[in-house]
C-alpha cells in the first residue's frame, strides 16, 4: 500500500506504510538535529542527549524502559548522525501502542538524573577510546575534519572526552528545547499497522507546541587536503576522496550507480584490480555521502606499508581510466544492484521506516520506487564518465592516511595527477 502522511496541529509529520501480511511493526521518531547542529564547544551534546534518552524519565526508570518493552518481546534503539537522530523500535503489531508511548516519554519527559549522567558520560567517553583505537573507524573522522576543517560538518559526532564530560543536565535541557521541536521529527512506522491509529496515538503522545528557534546549518565549504598519520600498526589506513553531491543534485543518482560500479561488490573495478588481480589490499570500497548542501566521496583501503605507495597509485590510474572508459555491461551490473538493494529494503519494516522518514525530512515527501528506480536506470555510461570528470575536477584532493606513513606519496603530485585531465 501506499505511504500515508499526516500534519498534526503542532507541525509533526506521521508517515507510515501498511504491510498487512506482517505480524510485526517498526515505529521510530527521527529529529533533523545531528551533530552538525553543535558548536565547538557542544561538540558531542547530540550522541550524548541519544544515550540519556533512555536513562529515565518522569514516568520510567532506565530499568523500567529496557523491561517494559523487552516483555513484550520488542527492541528500542537510536543513532545519531550528522545531520538526523533517531529513536525507534520494533514489536509485534498489538504492541505498537507501547512503543510509540515510550518513545514519546523519553522524548519528551527525560529526568537527565545527575547518577545517571555521571555513568553515561563515562560509557561515551569510553566509546570515544574505543573508537580511536580502532584504525579503521578513527579514519574516517580524520578525513571528515580534513574534508570539512573547523566547521560542524567536519566534527566527530560522539564529540570530544572533555566536551563530554562538561556537559549538563541544563546543556542537555536548553540543546533538547531548541532542536526537538514538532516541526523537526517525524513520526514513522511500516508494518502490520494502521495509519489512524497511529496518528491518534501520536496526537495523544506527542504534545510539544510548535515554537522553535533558528535552526538553520552552517553551509558547508568542502576545503580538501591531507593527513598522513603514523601510527605502529600492521596495516596502513587509506582514504581518498571529493567533494560529492547533495541529495538533491541533479547527479545524486548517477553518483550511487558511479561508486557501485567503481568499488561498491567483488564484480567492481577497485576490488577486481587491488584485490584480485593484484593482491594489495583485502578490503576496498568506495561510498558516496550526501547531505542536505554538499557530500562526500571516497575509497578506503587497508594495506601494507610497502604496498601503499602501488595502492594508491593503482587507484588512481582506475580512477583516471573510469572517466573515460565505461561498459554497457557493467554499467547495468551496478544499476541492478542498487535497485535489488531498493527493493530487498522494501521487506524489512525496520529499513521501510527508516526510508520513508529521511525521505520525508529530506525531500518533504515520500519518493515512489517507481521514481527512485526510474532515476538509477537513467545513469548511463555517459552520465557516469561525466560524473567521474566532475569529481576529478570538483575541489581539492582528500586524502588521510593512518599507520606506516613512509611510502605515502606526495600531495601535491597525487593532486596534479588526478586533476590533468580535467584542466
Not at 538553520?216 to 581518498?240: D, S
Not at 547495468?332 to 542498487?338: E, Y
Not at 560524473?387 to 576529478?392: E, K
Request: hydrophobic letters at 35%.
Amino acid at each position: 500500500m501506499a505511504p500515508q502522511v499526516t500534519t498534526l496541529d503542532n507541525g509533526l509529520r506521521v508517515i507510515s506504510e501498511q504491510m498487512p501480511s506482517l505480524e510485526t511493526a517498526s515505529v521510530g521518531v527521527w529529529v533533523n538535529a545531528g551533530a552538525r547542529c553543535e558548536q565547538p564547544e557542544t561538540n558531542g551534546i547530540s550522541h550524548l542527549l541519544e544515550h540519556m534518552a533512555f536513562k529515565g524519565t518522569q514516568l520510567r526508570s532506565a530499568r523500567d524502559i529496557a523491561e517494559e518493552i523487552e516483555a513484550v518481546g520488542g527492541h528500542l534503539n537510536a543513532y545519531t548522525s550528522r545531520e538526523q537522530t533517531a529513536y525507534f523500535a520494533k514489536v509485534l503489531k498489538e504492541d505498537l501502542p507501547l512503543a510509540v508511548n515510550i518513545l514519546g516519554d523519553i522524548l519528551q519527559n527525560p529526568t537527565f538524573d545527575q547518577d545517571e549522567l555521571m555513568r553515561e558520560q563515562t560509557v561515551v567517553i569510553q566509546e570515544i577510546g574505543q573508537a580511536q583505537d580502532t584504525p579503521d573507524d578513527i579514519i574516517f573522522d580524520y578525513f571528515q575534519d580534513i574534508a570539512f576543517p573547523d566547521q560542524p560538518l567536519g566534527r566527530p559526532v560522539l564529540g570530544t572526552s572533555e566536551n563530554v564530560s562538561s556537559f549538563t543536565r541544563h546543556t542537555l535541557d536548553t540543546y533538547m528545547a531548541q532542536h526537538y521541536t514538532p516541526a523537526r521529527m517525524v513520526v514513522s512506522a511500516a508494518g502490520n499497522i494502521d495509519h489512524d491509529q497511529l496518528v491518534a496515538l501520536t496526537s495523544q503522545t506527542f504534545l510539544g507546541s510548535t515554537t522553535t528557534d533558528d535552526n538553520t546549518y552552517e553551509k558547508a565549504k568542502y576545503v580538501g587536503g591531507h593527513l598522513y598519520q603514523p601510527r605502529e600498526l600492521e596495516q596502513v589506513h587509506l582514504l581518498l576522496g571529493f567533494n560529492g553531491f547533495s541529495y538533491e543534485d541533479n547527479d545524486y543518482y548517477a553518483l550511487q550507480v558511479f561508486s557501485t560500479l567503481l568499488g561498491g561488490g567483488m564484480s567492481s573495478r577497485l576490488f577486481q584490480k587491488v584485490r584480485e588481480e593484484r593482491g594489495l589490499a583485502y578490503s576496498i570500497y568506495s561510498f558516496s555521502t550526501s547531505y542536505v548542501d554538499g557530500g562526500l566521496f571516497g575509497i578506503y583501503a587497508g594495506t601494507s606499508a610497502e604496498s601503499a605507495g602501488e595502492l594508491i597509485d593503482t587507484v588512481c590510474n582506475e580512477l583516471l581510466d573510469v572517466a573515460e572508459n565505461i561498459g554497457d555491461a557493467e554499467t547495468k551490473r551496478a544499476r541492478a544492484q542498487l535497485k535489488s538493494g531498493l527493493l530487498m529494503s522494501l521487506e524489512s519494516t525496520s529499513a521501510r521506516s527508516e526510508q520513508l522518514a529521511r525521505q520525508l525530512l529530506l525531500f518533504g515527501r515520500p519518493l515512489p520506487n517507481s521514481e527512485v528506480i526510474e532515476n538509477i536506470d537513467s545513469a548511463d555510461p555517459t552520465k557516469l564518465s561525466a560524473v567521474a570528470r566532475r569529481l576529478l575536477a570538483n575541489g581539492p584532493l582528500t586524502v588521510t592516511s593512518l599507520g606506516p606513513s613512509s611510502n605515502m606519496p606526495d600531495y601535491e603530485a597525487l593532486k596534479n595527477k588526478l586533476q590533468r585531465r580535467c584542466e
